[in-house]
C-alpha cells in the first residue's frame, strides 16, 4: 500500500528540514524521510554563520562555542595568521544537535517525519517524479519530490541527474568531490578555553591534506578534528594523513596533546560548484545533493538552509496550483541562485583566480610551492567580500582582517 502526500523530502539534514519546513507552512502535506534516527552524528567541522542563529533562533544549548578569529597555519614553519570575524563571528555546533533542532521547527509547522527510512528508488510516470520507494519495499507517492540525501545523492542519480552534470561533461564525479575524514578528540572544556580562546583553526600543507586543508572547531568538551582533499589528490589513505597530523603536525600536535579520540568518520563533501539543473518535473535538489558548498570554505549548512527554503515555498507553490512540470520548478532554481547562487559562483571565481590557476600549472614542484599562498588568498578575499556584504545589509559591524606572526 503506498502512502500519499504532497510533498516528500529526503533527508532530514538542513536543506530537508527547512524544505520541509516551509512546504508544510505553505499548505502541503508533507512528510520527511530519513535513512536513520535522530539526532545522528554527522562529520562537520560545525562552524554556522551567525545569519542562521539570528533567523532561526537556534537555542543556546546548541551552540557549543563562540568564534570571534579564524586562525591559519601554513608550511614550512606553521606561523600562525588571523582573521578577526567581527561582530557576532562564527558559532560552534555539532550536526547531530543542529539537524534535529531544524527538523523540530519542520514538525512544528506540520510536517511528518519517518526515520529509519532507507530512499533507494524513484517512482516515475511519463518522465515526471512521483514518488520513492524504499529499502523495506514501502512506496510513498508524491507530487513534489525534494532531494536532500547528501553527496551521494541516491535521488540525483536515480533521476539521471549525474548523467547531464558529470558523465556528458567528461567527468566522473569524484572530479567534484573532497573525501573527508574527522575525529571528536575529549580535551575537557578548561583545557580547550586555555588552548583556543575564541579562535578555530585551518591547516595548510601537502604533507597535511594535498590539495585541501584540516580544520579544528574547539567545542565545550570536545575538538573536532578533520581533513578534506579532493578525492583524485589523495595519495595515502585519509586515515594516514589524519594521524600524520594529529602527531606530527608541529603546532597540532601541542593543540591536541593528551587528547582522547572518542569517534571517528568519514564523509563525501561537493567542492567545485553548484550543479545546475536543479529541477525536473516533480523533482527538486537542495543541499550536498546539489553541490551547494563553498568551494573556498568548504562550508554547506548555511547554502543548504537557505536552497531547503526556496525548495520548500516552491513546492508548495506547485502544490496549490497542480502544476508540478519542470517548468513551474524552474522557479526553484532562480530563487536559489538569488539567495546563494550568486555568491558560490563569485567564490567560484575566486577559487579560479587563486587556487584553480595554481592547480592548472604543469610543474609539480612548483604547484606544491605555490598552493599554500593560493589558498590563504582566496581566504582572505572571500572574507574581505562577506564582510563589505555585512556591511550593507547591516547585520554585522566591520570586521578587520590581519596577518600577523604570533609566538
Given at each position: 500500500?503506498?502512502?500519499?502526500?504532497?510533498?516528500?523530502?529526503?533527508?532530514?539534514?538542513?536543506?530537508?528540514?527547512?524544505?520541509?519546513?516551509?512546504?508544510?507552512?505553505?499548505?502541503?502535506?508533507?512528510?520527511?524521510?530519513?535513512?536513520?534516527?535522530?539526532?545522528?552524528?554527522?562529520?562537520?567541522?560545525?562552524?554556522?554563520?551567525?545569519?542562521?542563529?539570528?533567523?532561526?533562533?537556534?537555542?543556546?544549548?546548541?551552540?557549543?562555542?563562540?568564534?570571534?578569529?579564524?586562525?591559519?597555519?601554513?608550511?614550512?614553519?606553521?606561523?600562525?595568521?588571523?582573521?578577526?570575524?567581527?561582530?557576532?563571528?562564527?558559532?560552534?555546533?555539532?550536526?547531530?544537535?543542529?539537524?534535529?533542532?531544524?527538523?523540530?521547527?519542520?514538525?512544528?509547522?506540520?510536517?511528518?517525519?519517518?526515520?529509519?527510512?532507507?530512499?533507494?528508488?524513484?517512482?516515475?510516470e511519463e518522465g515526471c517524479v512521483k514518488g520513492v520507494t524504499t529499502k523495506d519495499r514501502e512506496k510513498f507517492e508524491g507530487d513534489v519530490v525534494i532531494a536532500c540525501d547528501g553527496a551521494l545523492?541516491?535521488?540525483?542519480?536515480?533521476?539521471?541527474?549525474?548523467?547531464?552534470?558529470?558523465?556528458?561533461?567528461?567527468?566522473?564525479?569524484?572530479?567534484?568531490?573532497?573525501?573527508?575524514?574527522?575525529?571528536?578528540?575529549?580535551?575537557?572544556?578548561?583545557?580547550?578555553?586555555?588552548?583556543?580562546?575564541?579562535?578555530?583553526?585551518?591547516?595548510?600543507?601537502?604533507?597535511?591534506?594535498?590539495?585541501?586543508?584540516?580544520?579544528?572547531?574547539?567545542?565545550?568538551?570536545?575538538?573536532?578534528?578533520?581533513?578534506?582533499?579532493?578525492?583524485?589528490?589523495?595519495?595515502?589513505?585519509?586515515?594516514?594523513?589524519?594521524?600524520?597530523?594529529?602527531?606530527?603536525?608541529?603546532?597540532?600536535?601541542?593543540?591536541?596533546?593528551?587528547?582522547?579520540?572518542?569517534?571517528?568518520?568519514?564523509?563525501?563533501?561537493?567542492?567545485?560548484?553548484?550543479?545546475?539543473?536543479?529541477?525536473?518535473?516533480?523533482?527538486?535538489?537542495?543541499?550536498?545533493?546539489?553541490?551547494?558548498?563553498?568551494?573556498?570554505?568548504?562550508?554547506?549548512?548555511?547554502?543548504?538552509?537557505?536552497?531547503?527554503?526556496?525548495?520548500?515555498?516552491?513546492?508548495?507553490?506547485?502544490?496549490?496550483?497542480?502544476?508540478?512540470?519542470?517548468?513551474?520548478?524552474?522557479?526553484?532554481?532562480?530563487?536559489?541562485?538569488?539567495?546563494?547562487?550568486?555568491?558560490?559562483?563569485?567564490?567560484?571565481?575566486?577559487?579560479?583566480?587563486?587556487?584553480?590557476?595554481?592547480?592548472?600549472?604543469?610543474?609539480?614542484?612548483?604547484?606544491?610551492?605555490?598552493?599554500?599562498?593560493?589558498?590563504?588568498?582566496?581566504?582572505?578575499?572571500?572574507?574581505?567580500?562577506?564582510?563589505?556584504?555585512?556591511?550593507?545589509?547591516?547585520?554585522?559591524?566591520?570586521?578587520?582582517?590581519?596577518?600577523?606572526?604570533?609566538?
Open positions: 500500500m503506498a502512502h500519499k502526500y504532497d510533498v516528500i523530502v529526503v533527508g532530514a539534514g538542513p536543506a530537508g528540514s527547512m524544505a520541509a519546513m516551509k512546504a508544510a507552512e505553505g499548505g502541503a502535506k508533507t512528510i520527511i524521510l530519513e535513512k536513520y534516527r535522530l539526532p545522528r552524528f554527522k562529520l562537520c567541522g560545525g562552524g554556522i554563520a551567525n545569519w542562521l542563529v539570528k533567523h532561526l533562533n537556534i537555542p543556546e544549548e546548541v551552540l557549543e562555542r563562540q568564534y570571534k578569529v579564524l586562525s591559519f597555519f601554513t608550511p614550512p614553519n606553521y606561523e600562525r595568521h588571523d582573521i578577526n570575524l567581527g561582530g557576532l563571528g562564527y558559532f560552534g555546533v555539532y550536526r547531530d544537535a543542529l539537524d534535529y533542532q531544524l527538523t523540530k521547527l519542520a514538525l512544528e509547522k506540520g510536517a511528518e517525519l519517518k526515520e529509519n527510512t532507507h530512499v533507494e528508488g524513484v517512482v516515475k545523492s541516491t535521488i540525483a542519480k536515480k533521476c539521471g541527474m549525474w548523467d547531464m552534470w558529470f558523465k556528458e561533461k567528461g567527468e566522473t564525479w569524484k572530479d567534484q568531490m573532497c573525501f573527508c575524514v574527522g575525529v571528536e578528540m575529549r580535551l575537557g572544556e578548561k583545557v580547550i578555553t586555555e588552548r583556543y580562546a575564541d579562535s578555530y583553526m585551518i591547516f595548510t600543507g601537502r604533507d597535511i591534506a594535498p590539495m585541501g586543508y584540516a580544520w579544528i572547531f574547539p567545542k565545550r568538551e570536545n575538538v573536532s578534528v578533520g581533513l578534506g582533499s579532493m578525492a583524485k589528490t589523495l595519495e595515502k589513505k585519509p586515515t594516514d594523513y589524519m594521524n600524520r597530523f594529529i602527531k606530527n603536525n608541529p603546532i597540532a600536535s601541542k593543540l591536541l596533546e593528551g587528547g582522547e579520540v572518542v569517534l571517528k568518520r568519514g564523509a563525501w563533501i561537493p567542492i567545485r560548484n553548484a550543479y545546475k539543473p536543479s529541477y525536473d518535473s516533480g523533482l527538486l535538489i537542495a543541499g550536498d545533493a546539489a553541490g551547494m558548498v563553498s568551494p573556498i570554505t568548504g562550508e554547506g549548512v548555511y547554502y543548504a538552509v537557505r536552497a531547503g527554503m526556496d525548495a520548500g515555498v516552491t513546492a508548495a507553490e506547485a502544490v496549490n496550483s497542480g502544476d508540478f512540470s519542470a517548468e513551474f520548478l524552474s522557479a526553484y532554481q532562480e530563487r536559489w541562485v538569488k539567495s546563494v547562487g550568486n555568491i558560490l559562483d563569485f567564490q567560484d571565481q575566486i577559487f579560479q583566480n587563486t587556487v584553480g590557476k595554481i592547480l592548472a600549472l604543469e610543474d609539480e614542484k612548483e604547484k606544491d610551492e605555490q598552493y599554500e599562498k593560493g589558498f590563504v588568498e582566496a581566504f582572505n578575499i572571500f572574507v574581505s567580500v562577506i564582510e563589505k556584504y555585512a556591511q550593507q545589509k547591516k547585520e554585522t559591524p566591520k570586521a578587520t582582517t590581519t596577518s600577523q606572526k604570533k609566538s
